[in-house]
């Protein structure tokens, strides 16, 4: 019974430190230029849906806030923006722009190092935040996909 209840503690202290050496492993990849692995752990359609998204909420937000209406010139040269916008970050989001975004600050250029949160989000969804609250900060979202941690998000 003992080896049991050791074994099942010495499994739940594995999978909480699990996600914790994959941000280490990241941190690294994304320090290294042209590091191929850092290609395997990113999920890139993943990434460019989220930024998508964040764009087109983005935008909505903007014709909401200026009291622009859908269905006046402004609105839709910003509907067509946010079209354009689509087709952009197909070519934008890519391993150097995750890359860029992993960086760290000025004073310590790692991920590792720059990070001020990680933590479980769900047993499946690990968040870390890059920078202080208030200030602008970068989440990265790493998703446990087919045994391993990918990113799934940045934002």
Do not use: C, H
Request: cysteine-free; charged content about 15%.
């Amino acid at each position: 019974m003992r080896i049991i209840s050791s074994l099942i503690g010495f499994a739940l202290l594995f999978f909480l430190a699990w996600p914790y050496i994959n941000v280490y492993r990241l941190s690294g990849a994304a320090a290294a230029p042209q590091s191929p692995a850092l290609e395997s752990m990113l999920d890139m359609e993943s990434i460019r849906k989220t930024y998508q998204a964040q764009l087109e909420k983005n935008i909505q937000t903007t014709v909401n806030s200026t009291g622009v209406q859908a269905n006046g010139i402004l609105g839709n040269v910003l509907q067509n923006i946010g079209n354009l916008g689509g087709m952009a970050v197909e070519q934008y989001v890519d391993v150097n722009w995750v890359r860029q975004q992993l960086q760290g600050t000025a004073t310590d250029p790692t991920l590792w190092g720059s990070m001020d949160y990680a933590f479980f989000e769900s047993p499946t969804r690990f968040v870390v935040r890059k920078g202080k609250l208030g200030e602008n900060p970068t989440f990265v979202e790493l998703t446990l996909q087919d045994w391993s941690w990918r990113v799934t998000a940045i934002y």
